[in-house]
């Protein structure tokens, strides 16, 4: 699991069955509804990017992008949002450790000083940075938790 430093081992009751195809099976069926294997679960567990890496990726290509092309302000702002706000809140963690709790922190901290407008910009910085961890395919990596 994404963010605990050891894995931990669970044991689940299967009930009886007839043979051990059943009971593989029924297994199967219960780590699938846990979604304990999915590639979903991998690529979190497996990610290394931190948010702070992805934000420097995200500005980057907001500042090479070709069809509707952001003024060199708005990037401005953006930086500024990222270096003075965010990233000393959460520029370190993991991209796939990022949840709503994380972000109620990050807006609980901004609250004192800042205005709900700016906070709500800030807030979408945010979840731009994570929406925008892609793979070669064009999904997303990590699904927006963060909201």
């Keep these: 699991m994404p963010g605990v430093a050891e894995s931990r081992r669970e ?3 299967l009930g009886l069955c ?3 195809t059943v009971a593989e099976r029924k297994a199967a069926e ?3 509804q846990l979604g ?4 979903q679960r991998f690529i979190e567990a497996t990610s290394s990017t931190t948010f702070k890496q992805q934000g420097e990726w995200w500005l980057k290509s907001l500042a090479q992008r070709k069809r509707d092309p952001l ?7 953006r930086t500024y949002a990222l270096a003075k706000w965010i990233y000393p809140f959460m ?5 796939a450790d990022l949840n709503n709790r994380t972000l109620k922190e990050l807006v609980e901290q901004m609250a004192v000083t800042l205005a709900s407008s700016s906070i709500r910009d800030y807030v979408n910085v945010v979840k731009a ?4 961890a892609i793979d070669e395919n064009g999904e997303q990596t990590i699904p927006a938790k963060v909201e």
């Design 30 to 32: 219960k780590i699938e």
């Design 71 to 77: 003024e060199q302000t708005t990037i401005d702002n």
């Design 11 to 13: 044991v689940l009751a």
């Design 129 to 132: 940075v994570v929406a925008s």
């Design 18 to 20: 007839s043979s051990r």
């Design 36 to 39: 304990i294997n999915t590639t």
């Design 91 to 95: 520029g370190e963690k993991l991209l």
